[in-house]
């Protein structure tokens, strides 16, 4: 008989380093991926709340009582207790009496150029060509009541404007009465 030493099944100290070597690739690998998801989900916080700072600084412009100046001006704002640092640009437009407003903000603590490192950008505008409602028209409320006679009693029927006889409508459709005609080539075949 022959009695050779039997052999114990088990991992060499290579095998094992090599396989501790594959694994600190991998959690290496995981953790720089959450790390960069982590900092995406950050930047996209930030760059939110640049966007309400900016929409809240049109906002201020247009509600002031006065027509803002043509030019740069900048100032911080304080938004979920950060501070917030915006640049604002008032241009004029081709259409007379509208201005442009162009709002640039940052964090106060981004890092990178002062200039360069804007979260979001934002353009709005204001000006005297624009006109509040007078309320004389609900457009969105009910169709006034039917009075005898095409326009009541005392006041003729405008057909252009049902709702309002002193306004004058959109025009009449001359193809009112005419059959739709389906396009070339789509219709059916005869």
């Given at each position: 008989?022959?009695?050779l030493?039997a052999?114990?099944?088990?991992f060499?100290?290579?095998?094992?380093?090599?396989?501790?070597?594959?694994?600190?690739?991998?959690?290496?690998?995981?953790?720089?991926?959450?790390?960069?998801?982590?900092?995406s989900?950050?930047?996209?916080?930030?760059?939110?709340?640049?966007?309400?700072?900016?929409?809240?600084?049109?906002?201020?412009?247009?509600?002031?009582?006065q027509?803002?100046?043509?030019?740069?001006?900048?100032?911080e704002?304080e938004?979920?207790?950060?501070k917030?640092?915006?640049?604002?640009?008032?241009?004029?437009?081709?259409?007379?009496?509208?201005?442009?407003?162009?709002?640039?903000?940052?964090?106060?603590?981004?890092?990178?150029?002062?200039?360069?490192?804007?979260y979001?950008?934002?353009?709005?505008?204001?000006?005297?060509?624009?006109?509040?409602?007078?309320?004389?028209?609900d457009?969105?409320?009910?169709?006034?009541?039917?009075q005898?006679?095409?326009?009541g009693?005392?006041?003729p029927?405008?057909?252009?404007?049902?709702?309002?006889?002193?306004?004058?409508?959109?025009?009449?459709?001359?193809?009112?009465?005419?059959?739709?005609?389906?396009p070339?080539?789509l219709?059916?075949?005869?």
């Amino acid at each position: 008989m022959n009695t050779l030493p039997a052999r114990h099944a088990g991992f060499t100290l290579l095998e094992v380093l090599v396989a501790l070597a594959i694994v600190t690739v991998g959690m290496a690998a995981l953790l720089s991926t959450l790390s960069m998801s982590a900092d995406s989900v950050s930047y996209l916080r930030d760059k939110m709340f640049a966007e309400w700072v900016a929409l809240n600084r049109i906002e201020e412009v247009r509600l002031g009582l006065q027509r803002p100046q043509t030019g740069k001006t900048d100032g911080e704002a304080e938004l979920a207790d950060r501070k917030w640092r915006w640049e604002q640009e008032v241009l004029e437009t081709e259409v007379k009496g509208i201005l442009r407003i162009d709002v640039r903000v940052r964090p106060t603590d981004a890092p990178g150029p002062k200039d360069s490192t804007w979260y979001t950008t934002l353009s709005g505008i204001t000006g005297d060509a624009l006109s509040t409602p007078k309320g004389d028209i609900d457009v969105f409320g009910e169709p006034p009541p039917q009075q005898d006679g095409p326009g009541g009693d005392d006041q003729p029927r405008n057909p252009r404007n049902p709702r309002n006889p002193q306004q004058p409508g959109p025009p009449p459709d001359d193809d009112a009465g005419a059959p739709e005609t389906p396009p070339t080539g789509l219709g059916p075949t005869d």
